[in-house]
Nanobody
């Protein structure tokens, strides 16, 4: 069993920064692939960034590449999403997700475990 708890959301003005955290517990091999997704009202859930816990390999959606950075702590128990140069279009509920296997990183239906979400609101 894997549990994910997000924190760090909030409200910022355009151009600002936020750092989201996802505290993970449970077997590492059940959460080797961890990702951040986001969902804005009326829109589909979309993948934002992914990290492989074992290798540290990362992947980003084009919409956030160069602005967002996904990372993990040395204990591999917390995954972070550093978000810089935030824009109003980044406003969404952000979710941490985990699955055991690599590949298809931004296909939300393949993820077994989800956090409760944290709201990010960017004003212009």
């Amino acid at each position: 069993q894997v549990q994910l708890v997000e924190s760090g959301g909030g409200s910022v003005q355009a151009g600002g920064s936020l750092r989201l955290s996802c505290a993970a517990s449970g077997y590492t091999n059940m959460r080797n692939c961890m990702a951040w997704f986001r969902q804005a009202p009326g829109k589909e859930r979309e993948g934002v960034a992914r990290i492989y816990v074992d290798s540290g390999g990362t992947l980003y959606a084009d919409s956030v590449s160069g602005r967002f950075t996904i990372s993990q702590n040395n204990a591999k128990s917390t995954v972070y999403l550093q978000m810089n140069s935030l824009q109003p279009e980044d406003t969404a509920m952000y979710y941490c997700a985990a699955k055991p296997t690599a590949g298809n990183s931004f296909v939300s239906t393949l993820y077994n475990y989800w956090g409760q979400g944290t709201q990010v609101t960017v004003s212009s």
